[in-house]
C-alpha cells in the first residue's frame, strides 16, 4: 500500500528529491517514477552507500 501512496505522490516529491539528493540526475528521477526501490537504489549508487543506510535516509524523507 504504501508503494501506491508513493506513486501518487511522486510529482511532488521529484523536485525535492533532486535538491536533497544532488547528485541525483534528471535521468536518475524519471526512472524512479515514484518506486521507493528504486530511488533507495539510486541513492546507493550514486553516493556509495549501503542499501540500509540508503533506505533510512528515504524512510525519514517522507
Do not use: C, P
Not at 506513486?7 to 511532488?12: D, L, S
Not at 541525483?24 to 533507495?40: A, M, R, S, Y
Not at 550514486?46 to 517522507?62: F, I, M, Q
Request: no cysteine; net charge positive.
Amino acid at each position: 500500500m504504501e508503494q501506491v501512496k508513493w506513486k501518487g505522490k511522486w510529482n511532488q516529491l521529484k523536485g525535492e528529491a533532486k535538491k536533497k539528493w544532488g547528485k541525483l540526475t534528471d535521468d536518475d528521477i524519471q526512472q524512479v517514477d515514484g518506486d521507493k526501490d528504486k530511488l533507495v537504489g539510486k541513492i546507493q549508487e550514486r553516493y556509495g552507500k549501503t542499501k540500509e543506510e540508503a533506505k533510512k535516509e528515504v524512510d525519514s524523507w517522507n
